[in-house]
């Protein structure tokens, strides 16, 4: 059987640039992936960072002071607990992970936690890089090279970023057809038989008014005896 792969799309938002310089994250978002595949599990939380966002940050993000005024700091177990219970042992893909693993590791580090090291991470900036030599690699270059929408992004946000980041991974990866290669003649590896696909105990509701229904129904009715209706209905 084909081992399963789990991985952590990640993103934060921080005060600044320089967590040397006491720069804090106030948002983390994760989007849990299995076998490179979004599951419809996510993580986000807003956090207060303990000083002011700086006036870069709330153009870029729109978060404020007053934003993060009533959210628990990143050492509280809302946040910090939660976070790694969701992480748990998988790989952590990001953009730029170099910035976001020295943000996270600082801040695991003034709660006395141990650091993810660097071996845990992928950095997809790099795997763009590799693949598209000299073209821009920006999360935003990637998604609009991918036709990846960015219709709903007005700011940046660590849970849109990272379910943005999530696509462009699977992209960089072989794109959208490798999520639905499989191996061995009858769709799985080695061969194996892929079992019936699960029935619905109760079939949909029509989409279809009654009123749309009869409606159609009196237009064939009006068609002459060839209509492809008549023959298939």
Known sequence: MTAR????????????????????????????????????????????????????TVRITGITDAHLKDQPPFEHPDVIDAFLSFVGDATLVAHNASFDRGFLNMELDRCARPPIGESRWVDTVMMARKRFPGAPASLDALCKRFDISLESRTFHGALLDSQLLAAV???????????????????????????????????????????????????VGKLGPDAVWKKYG
């Open 5 to 56: 792969i789990r991985e952590i799309a990640f993103d934060t938002e921080t005060t600044g640039l320089n967590p040397m310089d006491g720069d804090r994250i106030i948002e983390i978002g994760a989007v849990e992936l299995i076998n490179h595949i979004p599951t419809g599990r996510t993580f986000r939380r807003l956090i207060n960072p303990g000083r002011p966002v700086s006036e870069a």
């Open 169 to 219: 991974y699977l992209e960089l990866l072989g794109g959208r057809a490798r999520a639905f290669a499989f191996e061995g003649e009858d769709g799985l590896e080695g061969g194996a038989k892929r079992p019936p696909a699960r029935q619905r105990p109760q079939p949909l509701a029509p989409l279809i008014t009654p009123e749309e229904a009869a409606a159609h129904a009196d237009l």
